[in-house]
């Protein structure tokens, strides 16, 4: 099956920073989500992007379908944004497309 | 985005006794609904696809006999987990999606067995 690897698994940053996140995959997709799981452990969805950039407030993802990745970009990081975040792809696009789950970036915004 | 609820939120339950997970699709239409498990500090494992009307179908590894699901209405969808043991606690997560290819996932429901 397709392998998703994510990095870094583990960061720690200062209320402010910056930081991107990368996810790489092992064969082509044509469905691919970024998502925040919460302390909590709820899902939020923060971006549907099997290709090209998206932006939303303080967050932006980029992926490159041919080269098999997808970047998540944070800027001015809060405390909310403390969690983990998942990428998660499908070959096929659909309701019924089956996702495979990334090893996960778990985010630790210090104050 | 759409809304998916699950419950309870939380169950504990004595070893032996089986436990019913409800994933419930509140302003969308769901003909397939997808059940995840997911160990402390670790990624989701899709565990089974549920399909309304139909039965559902199992990742490899996974004892459709120890997860029945039923996927009665187009809002509702089912986890039943069986004779449970220690070694089933885990956090349940399900997820559907509308009428886009986004996929909208549940609360989540954390199973204690002792």
């Known amino acids: 099956g397709i392998q998703v690897e994510q990095s870094p698994p583990d960061l720690i940053l200062q209320e402010g920073a910056n930081s991107t996140l990368r996810c790489n995959f092992s064969?082509?997709?044509?469905?691919l989500q970024w998502f925040h799981q919460n302390p909590w452990g709820q899902l939020i969805n923060l971006f549907y992007i099997p290709s090209g950039t998206k932006q939303n407030g303080r967050l932006s993802a980029t992926t490159v379908a041919t080269e098999r990745y997808s970047l998540l970009y944070i800027s001015s990081s809060q405390t909310t944004d403390s969690g983990v975040y998942f990428c998660?792809?499908?070959?096929?696009?659909?309701?019924?497309?089956?996702?495979?789950f990334g090893t996960g970036t778990r985010l630790q915004v210090t104050l | 985005g759409a809304v998916v609820s699950q419950h309870p939120s939380r169950v504990i339950c004595k070893s032996g006794t089986s436990v019913k997970i409800e994933c419930r699709s509140l302003d969308f239409q769901a003909t397939t609904m997808f059940w995840y498990r997911q160990f402390p500090k670790k990624s989701l494992m899709l565990m089974a696809t549920?399909?309304?009307?139909?039965?559902?179908?199992?990742e490899q590894g996974v004892e459709k006999d120890k997860f029945l699901i039923n996927h009665a209405s187009l809002t509702l969808s089912t986890l039943t987990v069986t004779s449970a043991h220690p070694e089933d606690s885990s956090f349940y997560i399900c997820s559907g999606g509308g009428h886009t290819d986004t996929q909208y996932f549940g609360p989540g429901t954390r199973l204690t067995v002792l």
């Open positions: 998660a792809v499908a070959l096929n696009t659909g309701t019924a497309s089956k996702l495979t």
């Open positions: 549920s399909n309304e009307g139909s039965k559902a179908t199992y």
């Open positions: 064969d082509s997709v044509n469905n």
